[in-house]
């Protein structure tokens, strides 16, 4: 059959299960948007309020879903307007496709009206782009960038297409939709061997796991792997949900503002077992005193990992979910009492504390586990709340906190929010939010609204930028240069203004009746929480310092 290019577009996306795009038209894209007009039965466009705001909600909807986010902008600002969003995808490792209009084919090179080189200004920041200049080759490039989002390490890939080879006809050949593999050709008999020695001779054994687990879909895997080693777990705060935070042998977070026993056990551990996860420097700290007892296994399915930050004395290339059903099957039963005793003391003497009688985040993520029992999907922009959510919520199950782990975005939240909720109408969405980071994009309350999405927002509201205030208080002497932000803005009538039910929280009492109250509204929520400015997320490892020099609670100075 022929059709035009942007049909045969809307197609192929039908092809791959797309259900849902996020997108702003513009000129570019008006043969696209009139495309999808006549398919609107078979897709739903989320129109957002920025198309930073869709690059995050697809990446928010991938995050929730398991399946690829796609977003959609016009040419010029309205592709550059992606870059941070797709950024963001790509140094987490979520599957996203991204899709730009650019101007017609004779004018490209030419400084033409709202032209960027969009390829160029991605390809840094994506597995892999594409421009489309003919349209013959239209088809087959969304059926291959779909397969390579998915494959391997997961990540966002962008298609630019000229308005031109939108309005051109061609002939549409269906195609079924080609599954991705999972890879595993480097899965070999020594290669498992080899780990499996290092792992039943170890003593004092500590499993690090992160997103790569969650990727792949190997929670179940993970788990049978802890428990036959009965061995303690860390996460990275990508890995949170990968493992039950309520099981006995969780630690908590690793790196910075990773838990005293986490950091402690890494220091102690004879081997440290590396399951999707990249080393990074939030994790690693000090690299000469990282694990210095241990000898590292890293199992991942980017080859690029390895050895990149940390060196390793073994690793296994290929998908976690396939390499851990293979190990599961050697690992021997081994005594290692006196080591998960030595686990439990520093757990005990350790513990993360809900203190004082003021409101508090932590007081306030308590009770947002209590009241949803743990079965909530939270998202969160970027500071000292993101912390201390993946610190005092307790997630239980993958997919359940969706955050910016690697870019850091602040700005993230609210977008990736409304596409998480999109992605699974039936759990309660939760974004915790700074006033700082909550600023950015809060323009998207208005998508909120429009489409009814019942997502609550709850800001920390410290009047500053927290954890840039938190570096300046330990490290720069306490001189605030540009973080307090005490700018008068009313949240409770700015969510009244775009629609949304405001409720101010400033007493710790009134904290679950309010929370009660926003659970029970079938709307868009924001939640002001006053709390302190000098309230500190801790643990935290200061700069330079190795993960056994983590600043406490109990602590007088920065480096013990």
Partial sequence: MRLTGAEILVECLLEQGVDTIFGFPGGAVLNIYDALYKYQDKIRHILTSHEQGA?????????????????????????????????????????????????????????????????????????????????????????????????????????????????????????????????????????????????????????????????????????????????????????????????ELFTGMVGMHGTKTSNMAVTECDLLIAIGARFSDRVVSKLERFAPKARILHIDVDAAEVNKNVRVARSIIGDVKAVLQRLNQGVEPKDRSQWLAYIRDLKERYPLRIAGSELTPQYILNKIYELTKGDAILATEVGQHQIWTAQYYKFTKPRTLITSGGLGTMGFGLGASLGAQLARPDKRVINIAGDGSFRMNL???????????????????????????????????????????????????????????????????????????????????????EINRDLKVLPMVPPGAALEDVIVEDDESPIH
Wanted: net charge negative.
């Fill in 55 to 247: 690059a995050h909600a697809a990446d928010g909807y991938a995050r929730a879903s398991g399946k690829v986010g796609v977003c959609l902008a016009t040419s010029g600002p309205g592709a550059t307007n992606l870059v941070t969003g797709i950024a963001t995808a790509y140094m987490d490792s979520i599957p996203m496709v991204a899709i730009t209009g650019n101007v017609p084919l004779n004018l490209l090179g030419k400084d033409s009206f709202q032209e960027v080189d969009i390829t160029g200004i991605t390809m840094p920041i994506t597995k892999h782009n594409f421009i489309v200049k003919n349209i013959d080759d239209l088809a087959h490039t969304v059926r291959r960038a779909f397969k390579i989002a998915q494959e391997g390490r997961p990540g966002p890939v962008l298609i630019d297409i000229p308005k031109d080879i939108t309005a051109q006809v061609a002939e549409y050949v269906p195609a079924a939709k080609e599954e991705p593999e999972r890879f595993t050709e480097y899965i070999s008999e020594s290669a498992i061997a080899k780990a499996l020695e290092l792992i039943n001779q170890s003593e004092k054994p500590v499993i690090y796991a992160g997103g790569g687990v969650i990727a792949s879909g190997a929670a179940e895997e993970l788990k049978e792997l802890v428990e036959k080693l009965n061995a303690p777990v860390t996460l990275s705060l990508m890995g949170m949900g990968a493992f039950p935070a309520t099981h």
């Fill in 443 to 529: 323009n998207e309350l208005a998508t909120a609204v429009e489409y009814n999405l019942p997502v609550i927002i709850v800001i920390m509201n410290n009047h500053a930028l927290g954890m840039v205030r938190q570096w300046q208080n330990l490290f720069y002497d306490s001189r605030f240069s540009q973080t307090t932000l005490d700018r008068g803005t009313d949240f409770v009538k700015l969510a009244e203004a775009f629609g949304a039910a405001g409720f101010n929280l400033t007493r710790r009492e009134d904290t679950e009746a309010v929370l009660e109250k926003a659970l029970s509204l079938n709307r868009p929520v924001v939640i002001n929480c």
